[in-house]
């Protein structure tokens, strides 16, 4: 059984940083794709970033290169999304996903897939002025 676990997030002060990790477990191999997305009020769930775990590359959702990073550690299966400079509008539900790579490119509409089989329950991040 695939689970995705995030933990991390947190009240914390617009100009500082926040590492939220995404535990993932159940796959039988490593021909999958893992993401970080986000829920903000009144939106639509957005893309951040996403990486295939045989591989090395990130993607990332064009407007959040530069204070998003996301990397991953392979030997415990878990994925990191780290913002930078954080703002009051970076207020909202984190969510990770994961699904095989077959299934991940299915939805894959740019960088990163519009959807994963695999959803943690997300964590919130409050970012204050």
């Known amino acids: 059984e695939v689970q995705v676990v995030e933990s991390g997030g947190g009240l914390v002060q617009a100009g500082g940083s926040l590492t939220l990790t995404c535990a993932v477990s159940g796959f039988t191999s490593d021909d999958y794709s893992a993401g970080w997305y986000r829920r903000t009020p009144g939106k639509e769930r957005e893309a951040l970033a996403c990486?295939?775990?045989?591989?090395?590359?990130?993607n990332y959702i064009e407007p959040m290169k530069g204070r998003f990073s996301i990397s991953k550690d392979s030997a415990k299966n878990t994925l990191y999304l780290t913002v930078n400079n954080l703002e009051v509008e970076d207020t909202a539900v984190y969510y990770c996903?994961?699904?095989?790579?077959?299934?991940?490119?299915?939805?894959?509409?740019?960088?990163?897939?519009?959807?994963?089989?695999?959803w943690g329950q997300g964590t919130q991040v409050v970012v204050s002025s």
């Open positions: 996903g994961a699904d095989p790579v077959y299934e991940a490119v299915m939805s894959l509409r740019g960088p990163c897939p519009t959807e994963y089989g695999y």
């Open positions: 990486v295939n775990w045989s591989g090395d590359r990130p």
